[in-house]
């Protein structure tokens, strides 16, 4: 099986500030990786996701992760964070064979400070 | 545009009244989830469907039940709607086999029994 984990639950940081939000997966088998977001009442929006090939994706909003077979993270990071970041965020992985049920960590809040 | 729905956006509703959430998607995908997403931000996966006809149970256990008469749509049902419902619930679709396009979903209806 395989499960995300996501150690912050929280983390606050400074208007243009750099942010990382930290993920690690288990799983005993090839998987996909991705980062959605969630901004206040509203539903889940792809940020990025890893599916092969180099391992620092980009994605929406200047957002980029680094996939790190040997370490099983998947980080995400922005160079420089703005009061429209604020919003929760969720790590997840699927199985890259077989049934494709996402499983998710349990989120990050992120709080941009002005 | 291919999107998913979910009806209504917010619900606030007497305890023991008999309620359904809508969730349609117009992607023609085969797969349907269905999430319960506590204040505490967590989701957690109660029903999924791999297309017409079936119906599984997720990860938590629920007092809903749901259906999937017709590919696009995959409503929740509770019979007898209790205070211990209340709770943001997101509707997801996603390709059949295909765990590197993820999930889309759905903006959510947040439940609040009194």
């Known amino acids: 099986a395989q499960s995300v984990t996501q150690l912050d639950s929280q983390v606050p940081v400074f208007e243009e500030a750099p942010v990382e939000l930290r993920c690690n997966y288990s799983s005993s088998v090839s998987v996909y990786l991705f980062w959605y977001v969630q901004y206040p009442n509203q539903g889940l929006q792809l940020l990025l996701k890893y599916l092969s090939g180099s391992t620092l994706v980009k994605g929406i909003n200047g957002f980029e992760a680094e996939f790190n077979k040997s370490q099983t993270s998947f980080h995400l990071r922005k160079p420089s964070v703005h009061i429209s970041d604020t919003a929760e965020y969720f790590c997840?992985?699927?199985?890259?064979?077989?049934?494709?049920?996402?499983?998710f960590g349990t989120g990050t809040r992120l709080t941009v400070i002005p | 545009e291919a999107d998913i729905y979910q009806t209504p956006r917010y619900l606030v509703i007497g305890t023991g009244k008999k309620i359904t959430l809508e969730c349609s998607q117009t992607?023609?995908?085969?797969?349907m989830y269905w999430y319960q997403q506590d204040p505490g931000m967590e989701l957690h996966l109660i029903h999924y469907s791999y297309g017409v006809n079936s119906t599984e149970k997720g990860d938590l256990s629920s007092e809903s039940t749901v259906s999937r008469i017709r590919t696009e749509h995959f409503p929740l049902t509770l019979e007898s709607a209790r205070p211990s419902h209340t709770s943001q619930y997101l509707c997801a679709s996603s390709e059949l086999g295909q765990g590197s396009y993820g999930y889309t979903f759905g903006s959510g209806t947040r439940l609040t029994v009194v």
């Open positions: 997840a992985v699927s199985k890259q064979t077989g049934a494709n049920n996402l499983f």
């Open positions: 992607m023609g995908h085969d797969k």
